[in-house]
């Protein structure tokens, strides 16, 4: 399948912002799945900008807008072709995860930190899930059903900053509060999970030059003799809909857009995400 995916920011000061110093993750990646044939990030005002690639291979656009202004737009522009397989059956053991190599060199997704440590209630339905699952590629599609199954989908629910402890507690939240969740019952279980950021076309059959409304999607992978997708927000395989933008530990490693600036204070933030199907 190909897509276009149209990313734009907005953002408006209450006066001028005197400068403006930014990272933007939203160049996709090109793997064997998928290959991105064009892609742009333009930024207004005019900036300087460098690009790079992070710690975990993410292309990252850096830019600095120096002179004064009191509005900035930032718009990302894709066309990428998708051509995901079926995932395979789960064949990595309990044993091989517990191998001292596959730990080591895993290790930066097997922590848990504060946005996916599940707490205590989660904790013990997870425990039962690895005790009744015979492999860990099993136990990671039961923990990704459980948390689709009992979180409401619910936006408002959450910020960008909320817990997955908190998000059990209170059984609602959105595709990142799901994604946290999941890892933190994966790695628990000692399975290596990474959070996913990206978009997807919303329609199950999209249609050839149709334009609709999108957003940014998480979803997450885990380690079984190679990186196996999920997603637990719409309880199925990401497939050739699904456009993969950068990988982390959490949402902090993965954010569209962040930075900082100086002068006067932000009055509205407006995101726009468009799909259309090419071909």
């Known amino acids: ?135 860990p590629g099993d136990a990671a599609r039961a923990i990704c059903e459980l948390v689709q199954r009992e979180v409401e989908y619910r936006v408002g629910a959450t910020d960008v900053h909320s817990r997955a402890a908190d998000v059990w507690e209170q059984r609602a939240g959105v595709c990142q509060d799901m994604a946290h969740l999941a890892i933190g019952g994966m790695r628990q279980l000692g399975i290596p999970a990474r959070y996913v950021s990206g978009y997807f076309h919303p329609r199950a059959r999209p249609e050839i030059g149709e334009t609709v409304p999108g957003e940014s999607h998480a979803w997450v992978e885990w380690w079984d003799h190679g990186w196996h997708a999920f997603d637990p927000t719409n309880d199925t395989e990401p497939g050739d809909r699904y456009v993969v933008v950068a990988t982390g530990r959490d949402y902090d490693d993965v954010k569209p857009l962040s930075g900082i600036y100086s002068g006067a204070a932000t009055s509205a933030m407006d995101v726009e995400v468009t799909v259309t199907r090419l071909g």
């Open 1 to 135: 399948m190909q897509l276009r995916v149209v990313h734009r920011t907005t953002f408006e000061y209450d006066g001028k912002a005197v400068a403006s110093y930014n990272q933007a993750r939203l160049t996709p990646q090109t793997t064997p799945e998928q290959i991105v044939s064009h892609s742009r990030v333009e930024v207004s005002p005019a900036p300087w900008i460098y690009e790079y690639r992070d710690y975990f291979g993410t292309a990252v656009t850096a830019f600095e807008v120096l002179e004064p202004h009191d509005s900035m737009t930032v718009t990302a522009t894709a066309t990428v072709h998708t051509n995901r397989p079926p995932a395979g059956m789960p064949t990595i053991s309990w044993e091989e995860l517990a191998d001292p190599d596959v730990m080591d060199r895993w290790t930066e997704y097997l922590a848990l930190a504060p946005m996916t440590e599940p707490g205590e209630d989660f904790a013990a339905r997870v425990k039962q899930i690895g005790a009744d699952a015979s492999l």
